[in-house]
């Protein structure tokens, strides 16, 4: 793995930190490359939960890295957004949940990583945006589409077609992100909220991240089926017959 992405696996925890902080955590094609192999490295490690953020006091991810774009030609730009969309879609099916921890500047692609994960948790200085209009350009790493099933679709045409800057309470309000902290407490609450993720019985928390994934991919009919033949799938399972019991007993369940 490249040294601009590290990885640390503690307690079921996996994080994944953008590490090139002179950049602002720009993603150049090694350090996606790297983060691609670092989320690989997080699920063959079983994480129970995954936390994807940013080295330095500045930003998460300033976004794709605009000195190397400049020059691409269609050839180049499909292959750069290839692998921008392999990252997102790793993040979107690990099977665990993951958490952006958004410690300062979230634009573009940046912006993008965090939308592929299940909970956006932002610092007080965190700055957000889909800024790419402004580099002539439109959202390449998923965007377009994922923002609109975020929020509703004329605040995501709003973000995409002015590129506005939007401050941690701001984006909050528009529901861009779930909550925003004081910018010293944001790590630890995050550690602590992933810790706790991590101790939810796995097997029902990848299939109800399954589940509502689905929604976003499929009709209501094939939605409710997918819900319905995973929720079954369920039972006979150890954490199953363990919650179970364990609430017929008066007791705390010890799940796998
Ligand atoms: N790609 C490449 N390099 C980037 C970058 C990006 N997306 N964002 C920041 N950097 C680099 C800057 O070029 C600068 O490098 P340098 O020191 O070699 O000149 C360094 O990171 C620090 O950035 P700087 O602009 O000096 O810091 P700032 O605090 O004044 O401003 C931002 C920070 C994030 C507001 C500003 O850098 C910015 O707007 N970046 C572009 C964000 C963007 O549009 N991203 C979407 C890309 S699709």
Redesign the pocket.
């Known amino acids: 793995m490249a040294d601009t992405v590290q990885l640390d696996v503690e307690d079921d925890v996996a994080t994944v930190t953008v590490d090139r902080p002179?950049?602002?955590n720009?993603l150049n094609v090694e350090t996606l490359e790297a983060l691609d192999d670092a989320i690989e490295e997080a699920e063959d490690a079983d994480a129970r939960a995954l936390v994807l953020t940013g080295a330095g006091e500045?930003?998460f991810v300033?976004?794709?890295?605009?000195?190397y774009?400049a020059e691409m030609d269609v050839q180049e730009a499909e292959e750069y957004a290839d692998l921008g969309h392999s990252v997102a879609n790793a993040i979107e099916s690990f099977p665990a949940p993951a958490i952006a921890c958004i410690n300062g500047?979230a634009?573009?692609?940046?912006m993008e990583l965090a939308l592929a994960c299940d909970l956006r948790v932002a610092s007080e200085r965190a700055v957000l945006g889909q800024?790419?209009i402004?580099?002539g350009i439109i959202p390449g790493w998923g965007a377009t589409q994922r923002l609109p099933r975020l929020v509703d679709d004329e605040t995501a045409r709003r973000l995409v077609y002015f590129g506005d800057r939007l401050d941690a309470t701001d984006a909050h309000e528009e529901g861009l992100v779930g909550e925003v902290l004081a910018h010293d407490e944001l790590r630890e609450y995050v550690d602590e909220l992933a810790a706790e993720l991590a101790a939810q019985p796995a097997t029902a928390l990848q299939a109800a991240k399954e589940a509502i994934n689905q929604s976003h991919e499929t009709t209501l009919e094939a939605g409710l089926d997918f819900e319905r033949r995973t929720w079954a799938g369920l039972f006979g399972s150890h954490d199953q017959r363990e919650g179970m019991a364990a609430f017929l007993e008066d007791r705390d369940p010890k799940f796998e």
């Open positions: 002179d950049s602002l720009a500045k930003a300033a976004g794709a890295d605009i000195s774009m500047y634009f573009g692609g940046g800024t790419e402004d580099l």
